[in-house]
């Protein structure tokens, strides 16, 4: 499922980050591709071990740690470092599959779910939209300042080249603690009905029969 997720980052987040980033090196993002997706992958990226990414990342995982919607829908056992991305005029990535499985200094993880938090306005730049390739056709994606998208780390995808201006995101994989995405549909739908009836006026006895089958599922499907 693809998920989109508003106003992941507020204001004051999101210029604390783009602050971070200031002065920060930019190599060619080829050095972090593999196989043939060096043939089609042009942007620049911050190298991961740099202490800007580092720094600028810890606030955006701080969000993700707070944020209701994104645990219920990745429902995350580990998360991957942020890596910030930037897309000048020309640039672009052609369709590509991201790697089962990345590795830290910790291990490799299986990458479940891929996200892009998008940190530029999208009037700074024309083009360089976050295109998919699903069973039910393609389907784009133009994020505003601080919105962030998830899909399964499965999908073919590509961004196409940005024309004008620059694209600036930040992206990252989840390892689920529910590796079948199917499944995680499942307890995300049921995890947004829950929360809906609790904060209306839903006769306490039902919301909590939902809760009840929502937590049984994830006992059941969860894995250690």
């Known amino acids: 499922m693809i998920v989109r997720l508003p106003g992941l980052l507020d204001a ?8 971070k980033l200031e002065g920060a090196p930019w190599e060619d993002g080829k050095s972090t591709a593999h196989g043939r997706a060096r043939d089609v992958k042009h942007n620049l990226v911050v190298p991961s071990e740099h202490e800007a990414s580092r720094h600028a990342g810890r606030p955006i995982l701080e969000c993700l740690a707070r944020h209701e919607g994104f645990r219920a829908a990745a429902l ?16 672009g990535y052609g369709a590509h599959l991201d790697l089962p499985m990345m590795g830290t200094a910790r ?12 940190l ?3 009037d700074a730049y024309a083009g360089g939209d976050l295109v998919f ?17 998830l899909y399964p780390a ?5 961004v196409e080249p940005v024309e004008h201006g620059t694209r600036l995101v930040a992206i990252t994989w989840v390892q689920s603690a529910v590796r079948d995405p199917a499944q995680r549909r499942i307890l995300f739908d049921i995890a947004q009905v829950a929360t809906a009836l609790e904060t209306e006026d839903a006769r306490a006895e039902e919301v909590l029969k939902l ?10 499907w969860a894995e250690q």
């Open 76 to 91: 995350p056992k580990t998360i991957l470092p942020l890596k910030f991305c930037r897309y000048d005029a020309g640039m």
């Open 133 to 149: 390739e699903t069973d039910y056709g393609v389907h784009r994606m133009r994020g505003g300042a601080g919105d962030a998208v």
């Open 12 to 19: 004051a987040t999101l210029a604390d980050v783009t602050a």
């Open 154 to 158: 499965s999908t073919l995808h590509a």
């Open 211 to 220: 809760r009840k089958s929502h937590y049984n599922l994830l006992r059941a």
């Open 120 to 122: 530029s306005d999208p």
């Open 107 to 118: 291990g490799a993880i299986r990458t479940d779910i891929s996200m892009t938090i998008y």
